[in-house]
């Protein structure tokens, strides 16, 4: 019997109000359903909402030791419990189990960071002009806080918005994205069981057409933050400005890598291989371009081949898959029907392209690993986000070529360049347009300690992770104190 599981409201679980639930199914088998869910209504956002409302005051009067001393105790829960939750990542999102350990093991790092966070100074004394004037900055949290985060890291990226704003004493209402809601229970249930206050945390389930505008537009909501399509990003922004809200965005990528000639194209292939491939492609720092530089593009385009197919495809479940199933079968139909765009824009698939046949391959979502190449720079398929694992591959006559067409796309999330000479890097670090750089290394693949976000349309300019957070989740207060008065 597929089993039934409820928002979490006020530190009470609890049914929808409409009545009406949907299924959450394992990618790698749609027959297996992991369970049952709230198809939550604007009510019943709303009630989360005020619940969060309420506690609100109080819990930013709690220390930042103690709000702090939350996030540790969460770290060690999930620390004890890191298999069942990795499992539960593999089962829901189709992440291969090796993926799905280290994200758990990422979640871990960030609450143990934010939890230390809650003991640092979060104001500093100024120099005023009058002796007599002790002036001091404050960091005051915004209230409450409407999280609205994607299936693709169901764990990581809700603790790596909720960790921070919780440690600087806002409190939140959490909406998953409609095909991981189970990891996001079982993110409440983390939460229940290391006692955090009643109504400091609480879990809507259900659409986002059904609750999101409620999370978005309701006037208890000092702020959003969200992970997903420009699209939806957009919409969030233009609401968010009407009603004077803060917002964060993180959206959408595609992202390049370079390669120099005097790169170690071994080196470079296998990164690049593994920065499109893995998790087949479903990052949002994913590789989805190599522009290659000069005469060097045939024997670098025969190594990424060579590795690509080498890859094995699979369930999660299996340790030794690299291409696990994509999300659902949206998701699947959509890689297809742009991997048949290319090709008649002129690409040429050199390997995959087509869905995996065979029994294990049947009930589950899979693409086969992609490699095109013949496509213009500015063609649809080189310049669209695709989530999957396809990688075009381009060629560029020099550097300041590649460049270019590296900063010709709308988006600007991650890049990278393969190369062993210091002036490239530096110029490669100074001109491209993209949040995150890296040099002969991989795309995806974040450390919690350093501000995240990209540039252009991949973000909203506010940065995730790091020190950096509290500029989003807090707002300054100055405050002078003039001794005369005493």
Known sequence: MVERYQNYVNGAWTDGSSGQVSTSNNPADLTDCVGEFQASTSADANTAISAAYDKKEGWRRTSGLSRGGYL????SYLEGNLEEYAQAITR????????????????????????????????????????????????????????????????????????????YGNTIVLKPASATPYVATLIARMWEEVDL???????????????????????????????????????IAGESAKR???????????????????????????????????????????????IVVGNVIEDFTNLVVEKT???????????????????????????????????????????????????????????????????????YVACEEIFGPVLSILPATDADEALDIANSV?????????????????????????????????????????????????SSGDREQGKAAIEFFTQTKTIYVDRSAT
């Open 92 to 167: 829901e999102a189709g992440k291969s189990i090796v993926e799905s350990r280290g994200e758990v093991g990422r979640a871990i790092a960030l609450l143990q960071y934010y939890g230390v966070e809650g003991s640092n100074p979060v104001g500093e004394v100024v120099p005023s002009v009058n002796p007599e004037i002790l002036l001091y900055t404050n960091r005051m949290p915004l209230g409450v806080i409407s999280l609205i985060t994607p299936w693709n890291f169901p764990l990581a990226i809700p603790i790596w918005k909720m960790a921070p704003a919780l440690v």
């Open 244 to 290: 004077h809200k803060r917002y964060q965005l993180e959206m959408g990528g595609k992202n390049p890598v370079i390669v120099l000639p005097d790169a170690d194209l071994e080196q470079a292939a296998e990164i690049t291989v593994s920065g499109a491939m893995k998790y087949s492609g479903q990052k949002c720092t994913a590789t989805s371009r190599a």
């Open 309 to 379: 197919e080498a890859l094995k495809i699979g369930p999660g479940s299996d340790p030794e898959s690299v291409v696990v199933p994509v999300i659902d079968q949206a998701s699947q139909e959509n890689i297809s029907e742009m991997i048949k765009r290319g090709l008649a824009d002129g690409g040429v698939v050199l390997t995959g392209g087509e869905i995996p046949s065979g029994d294990i391959y049947k009930k589950g979502t899979f693409v086969e690993p992609t490699v095109i190449n013949n496509l213009d720079s500015d063609s």
């Open 410 to 458: 709308e988006y600007g999330l991650s890049a990278g360049i393969f190369t062993k000479n210091l002036n490239s890097v530096l110029d490669f670090a100074d001109k491209i347009e993209a949040g995150v750089v890296k040099i002969n290394g991989e795309t995806a693949g974040l450390e919690p300690q350093v501000p995240f976000g990209g540039m252009k349309a991949s």
């Open 72 to 75: 540790l105790k969460a770290a």
């Open 197 to 235: 206050p009643n109504g400091v945390f609480n879990l809507v389930t259900g659409s986002g057409g059904a609750v999101g505008n409620e999370l978005i537009t309701n006037s208890k909501v000092a702020a959003i933050s969200f992970t997903g399509s420009t699209r939806i990003g957009m919409n």
